[in-house]
């Protein structure tokens, strides 16, 4: 059974940096995709960025390229995001996110995740 679990989120000020870190137990194959996902109030879930655990290849929504960077410790079992120079509008709800897949590209739309954290909060202050 995967089990997500979500730490890092807080409050900073606009142009600040926070790190998430998602521990993942169950993730035990090398192929799966990561991901993590946000949610703002009364917003869909949005794909921020995704690794696959395989080969390392990553992929990020345009609003966070070249601010955010998603990294993974096979050895710890443990996802990461890096955000830095934060704005007001990254503020959400931070879900990490996890599905066994065949290999290579991992995509970024919610619906092809199997399991999902309890998420955590980051609010970005102007």
């Known amino acids: 059974q995967v089990q997500l679990v979500e730490s890092g989120g807080g409050s900073v000020q606009a142009g600040g940096s926070l790190r998430l870190s998602c521990a993942a137990s169950?993730?035990?194959?090398?192929?799966?995709?990561m991901a993590w996902f946000r949610q703002a109030p009364g917003k869909e879930r949005e794909g921020v960025a995704s690794?696959?655990?395989?080969?390392?290849?990553?992929d990020y929504a345009f609003s966070v390229k070249g601010r955010f960077t998603i990294s993974r410790d096979n050895a710890k079992n443990t996802l990461y995001l890096q955000m830095n120079s934060l704005k007001p509008e990254d503020t959400a709800m931070y879900y990490c996110?996890?599905?066994?897949?065949?290999?290579?590209?991992?995509?970024?739309?919610?619906?092809?995740?199997?399991?999902w954290g309890q998420g955590t909060q980051v609010t970005v202050s102007s």
């Open positions: 996110a996890a599905a066994p897949v065949g290999g290579g590209w991992c995509s970024l739309l919610p619906q092809l995740y199997d399991y």
């Open positions: 169950g993730v035990t194959s090398r192929s799966y995709c």
């Open positions: 690794i696959y655990t395989g080969g390392g290849s990553t």
